[in-house]
């Protein structure tokens, strides 16, 4: 029985990172990926999608844009050739069209079922991505027929969906461009807003992510976050990199976008909304203008030269007329899109690792109970960071460090 070293599951942009790291440490392993390298942005994400971080901070082990546009923001197809192409600058031993149906623990490691085979390993790491099945609400399947129901992973344009109205149910990153793009092809779109973090694009003339990084708050590690379930389950800021950028409630509003309140439930075909809306939204504006604040004392305490000076920007509007129920079988409404965020699917993993809510138990991606076990790729793993693409650059660090010395504790 041939023991390899270490098995990477998922060929995205962390699978690869932590090839790179594995290779500069000579531990030999080898990934498996279900398709093709960068499968997810190659077949779970609508075309219009871009990247809401820059491209400047697409920084990956070995890899940074060198682009002529480093203030852009990558389209989905382009963020696909830049992990192929990534895969390839690296030397990814990656086993395409090989999808992992089960991992056991065995008393050398680990037992991988990939396709008909069975490899056996020290060490395996889990990289098959944070956002591979839709998180829809409880409930979510009361929706009635004939209405159409979709998620982001199936949504592709406008056109896909009949004609009428739609209900997005999500304000986040996905919820706001979809809801704007549904809405431009001409379709009526009421969009229901649970919380959200509102960011505005760029501030003082420097886009967000770059406060967001030189104010340290991606830099700021789990173990030291107060709240520390609460943050891994953060929706994505209101944040677009599409050109016509949509950033918040009051431009979608403007644009003739019915906003409601929260989804509570479905009954009887009838939408029920929250009626705290107004409290949402001013919750929003506070926590952005708590970040602006302390942005502004950080530019100040650097002593940054140059900047416009600091702005606030307008509250979000709230309809005080916005309904509080909507019936999903007048015909008003043609389908609902849950843009109600995304979870992993660990479902192949036979190890008893996870907590009563379905999450694996880590430390820091370390798993908890099963030495030689780590994941990779889920938001906060290590820092807030860990959520985005450049997260994977120290996060493959850390974690190829303790796989290594894992290694050598156990051939001694
Ligand atoms: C809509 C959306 C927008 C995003 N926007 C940004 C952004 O602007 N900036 C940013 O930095 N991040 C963004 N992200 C977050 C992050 O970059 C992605 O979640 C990223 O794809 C995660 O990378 P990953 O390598 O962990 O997982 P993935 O890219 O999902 O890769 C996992 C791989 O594992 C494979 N796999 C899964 N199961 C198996 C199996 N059983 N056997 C073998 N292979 C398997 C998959 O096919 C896939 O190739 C976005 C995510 C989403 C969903």
Redesign the pocket.
């Known amino acids: 029985m041939k023991l390899t070293p270490a098995v990477i599951?998922?060929?995205?942009?962390?699978?690869?990172?932590m090839s790179r790291r594995l290779t500069e440490r000579s531990i030999e392993h080898v990934v498996?990926?279900?398709?093709?390298?960068?499968?997810?942005?190659r077949?779970?994400?609508?075309p219009s999608?871009?990247?809401?971080?820059p491209n400047w901070?697409?920084r990956l082990p070995g890899y940074h844009y060198a682009g002529d546009d480093p203030d852009g923001?990558?389209p989905?197809a382009d963020?696909a050739a830049t992990?192929t192409r990534y895969a390839r600058l690296v030397g990814a031993p990656v086993r395409t069209a090989?999808?992992?149906?089960t991992v056991r623990a065995t008393p050398q490691g680990f037992e991988i079922q990939?396709n008909d085979d069975i490899l056996h390993a020290r060490a395996v790491v889990l990289?098959?991505?944070?956002?591979?099945l839709p998180a829809i609400p409880r409930g979510g399947y009361a929706v009635p027929p004939p209405v159409t129901t979709l998620t982001?992973l199936t949504y592709r344009y406008p056109g896909q969906l009949p004609e009428g109205g739609v209900l997005v149910v999500g304000a986040s990153?996905?919820g706001i461009q979809l809801a704007a793009e549904i809405h431009a092809s001409g379709r009526p779109v009421t969009l229901a807003a649970g919380e959200h973090v509102r960011l505005p694009r760029s501030y003082r003339g420097r886009d967000i992510f770059w406060w967001l990084e030189a104010t340290g708050l991606l830099a700021e590690r789990y173990n030291e976050i107060d709240d520390l379930t609460r943050a891994r389950h953060l929706p994505?800021p209101q944040l677009t990199?599409t050109p016509a950028a949509i950033t918040d409630l009051n431009a979608l509003a403007a644009q003739g976008v019915r906003i409601v309140g929260r989804l509570g439930r479905i009954a009887d075909g009838v939408a029920q909304f929250s009626g705290a809306l107004a409290n949402t939204c001013a919750l929003a504006d506070l926590k952005m203008n708590r970040f602006l604040n302390r942005a502004d004392a950080w530019a100040k305490a650097a002593g940054l030269r140059g900047l416009p000076p600091p702005r606030r920007f307008e509250p979000t509007r709230v309809d005080p007329g916005a309904p509080l129920e909507l019936d999903l079988s007048s015909g008003e409404i043609t389908t609902v899109l849950w843009a109600t965020g995304?979870r992993p699917?660990h479902s192949?993993l036979d190890i008893p690792v996870r907590d009563r809510a379905g999450h694996i138990r880590h430390d820091g991606g370390v798993v908890t109970g099963a030495p030689g076990l780590y994941v990779?790729?889920?938001p906060v793993l290590r820092t807030r960071a860990s959520?985005?693409?450049?997260?994977?650059a120290a996060d493959s660090e850390a974690l190829a460090g303790h796989l290594h010395a894992f290694l050598s504790s156990r051939r001694r």
């Open positions: 599951i998922g060929a995205g942009h962390a699978g690869l990172a498996l990926e279900r398709g093709e390298v960068a499968n997810s942005w077949t779970q994400r609508w999608l871009r990247l809401l971080t901070q697409t923001y990558l989905a963020v992990i090989t999808a992992v149906r990939a990289a098959t991505g944070a956002c591979s982001p990153a996905t994505s990199g995304f699917d192949w990779l790729g889920l959520s985005y693409i450049h997260g994977a």
